[in-house]
């Protein structure tokens, strides 16, 4: 329905399916993109190749994607401690290193024509918006004030009924998954 409103519907449309299984022949697409989303993929290699095979030969394939820099170290506590907050309020199973990344893509027939690491040169770092000990109005929700208000109301609206139970729980959990991506970006 959106997409005929937008006046789209005749070269967009939506398919849910399983990115490790998609139904659609080979060969079909002219390009491919994924935006931290194979990340989620029990497999990485055959996700990489599932989307290989429905993408025409020669064309590109473009991912932003979840990986650890070489800066992680696995052997840190601290690091798994970031790592795990991370997986656990983004439900990923595990973060790869970007160097696994890039090899399932090879693995899986690409050619990596470029990769870069974009936040090393971005002017703002990117979880700015999400830092709870930042003071701003444009991220006001994520500072601890922010919080505070937000655990309230959850509290009072899961008693009257307007929110599922278990909403502050999930909030909870967002919340140390933010503290753990803002630890992990500094």
């Not at 990485?44 to 650890?68: N, T």
């Not at 990596?112 to 006001?140: C, G, M, T």
Request: charged content about 25%; glycine content about 6%; overall charge negative.
């Amino acid at each position: 329905e959106l997409n005929r409103i937008a006046g789209v519907d005749r070269v967009c449309n939506f398919v849910k399916g399983d990115f490790m299984k998609m139904p659609f022949v080979d060969n079909s697409f002219d390009a491919v993109y994924a935006i931290e989303a194979t990340c989620h993929a029990p497999d990485p290699v055959g996700c990489y190749k599932e989307i290989y095979r429905v993408l025409k030969p020669g064309q590109c394939f473009a991912s932003y994607e979840w990986c650890l820099t070489d800066s992680y170290d696995r052997s840190n506590q601290t690091h798994q401690k970031i790592k795990a907050e991370i997986e656990i309020g983004n439900g990923l199973t595990d973060i790869r290193m970007t160097t696994e990344c890039l090899e399932a893509v090879k693995e899986a027939g690409f050619e990596v024509v470029w990769e870069k690491d974009l936040a090393k040169e971005s002017p703002v770092p990117w979880y700015q918006p999400i830092d709870s000990h930042r003071l701003s109005f444009s991220n006001f929700r994520a500072t601890y004030i922010g919080r505070f208000f937000t655990r309230t109301l959850l509290i009072a609206l899961e008693y009257v009924g307007l929110a599922p139970l278990g909403s502050r729980r999930v909030q909870a959990l967002l919340e140390q998954a933010a503290d753990g991506l803002v630890e992990g970006g500094r």
